[in-house]
C-alpha cells in the first residue's frame, strides 16, 4: 500500500509504512528496512518518471540533505525506543496535516531554502527515513508541477536513501538481522511502486491524495498513543 502511494503521489511510502510496522517492531529495525526498500522504489519511479527529471538549482538541497543525515542516523541509534516510536508517531501526524492543509511554512526555492529544505530532509531522513514533508513543501511552493515534483523526488530520495543505507551500515543500526524483513517486504514494495505508478499516468485525484494523508495522521496518532 505504501508503496503504491508513493508510486501516485511521490511521496508518503515511509509515512504510510512507518506507523504500521511501528507496532509489530522497534523502530531501530523498521527504520533501515524501509530505507532500504525505499532505494528500490525509487530506482523504479525514477525509471517512470525520467523524462520529467530536471534537477537544475537542487545542489544546494541535495549536499545538505546528504551532510545532515549522519545525524538522524545517530538519533535513532541513541534515543531510546519507546521515545522513537512516540516521536515518529507525532512526526507523522503533524508532517501529515501540514501537507494536508498546503502549509508552506516560509519555504521558498532560494538557496537559503533549498539548504533548510535539504538539513531538516536529511535529519528527518536518518532519524526515520521522512526525508520528504521539507521537500515536497518547497517543491509545492514553486509551482512545480505534477510529473516534475515526483521525477525530482525519486532523484533525491534515491540519493538520500542510498547515503542513509550506508549510514546506518557503518553506524550498526543496519544489521544482518534486518534482511529477512527487507527480501520479503522488497517485492511487495516494488510491486506497489508500479501500479502506483500506472495510476498516477491515468488519474490526478486530489481526493486521493487528501485521504491518504488523513489516514498518515491517524495512523501517526495511533503511532504514538499505543
Request: net charge positive.
Amino acid at each position: 500500500m505504501a508503496g503504491a502511494l508513493q508510486g501516485f503521489c511521490g511521496f508518503g511510502y515511509s509515512l504510510l509504512a512507518m506507523p504500521l510496522l511501528l507496532l509489530v517492531m522497534p523502530a531501530g529495525t523498521a527504520v533501515p528496512m524501509l530505507c532500504v526498500t525505499g532505494i528500490a522504489l525509487n530506482v523504479v519511479l525514477l525509471i517512470s518518471t525520467r523524462k520529467h527529471l530536471d534537477l537544475r538549482g537542487f545542489t544546494p538541497m541535495a549536499i545538505a540533505g546528504v551532510l545532515f543525515t549522519p545525524a538522524g542516523v545517530w538519533l535513532i541509534r541513541e534515543v531510546p525506543a519507546e521515545s522513537a516510536k512516540t516521536a515518529i508517531g507525532i512526526g507523522v501526524a503533524v508532517i501529515s496535516l501540514a501537507m494536508l492543509l498546503k502549509l508552506r511554512l516560509g519555504l521558498r526555492k532560494t538557496p537559503a531554502g533549498l539548504l533548510a529544505a535539504g538539513a531538516v530532509s536529511g535529519i528527518l531522513n536518518g532519524f526515520a527515513t521522512f526525508s520528504g514533508p521539507p521537500v515536497v513543501l518547497l517543491l509545492s511552493a514553486s509551482g512545480e508541477g505534477k510529473d516534475g515534483i515526483r521525477s525530482c523526488l525519486a532523484a533525491y530520495f534515491l540519493l538520500l536513501g542510498t547515503i542513509g543505507a550506508l549510514s546506518y551500515y557503518t553506524m550498526g543500526v543496519l544489521t544482518p538481522e534486518a534482511i529477512p524483513s527487507i527480501a520479503l517486504a522488497l517485492p511487495f514494495t516494488v510491486l506497489g511502486a508500479v501500479i502506483g505508478a500506472l495510476l498516477a499516468r491515468r488519474s490526478g485525484s486530489e481526493a486521493f491524495r487528501r485521504l491518504s494523508l488523513v489516514i498518515m495522521a491517524v495512523l501517526g496518532l495511533l503511532t504514538a498513543m499505543v
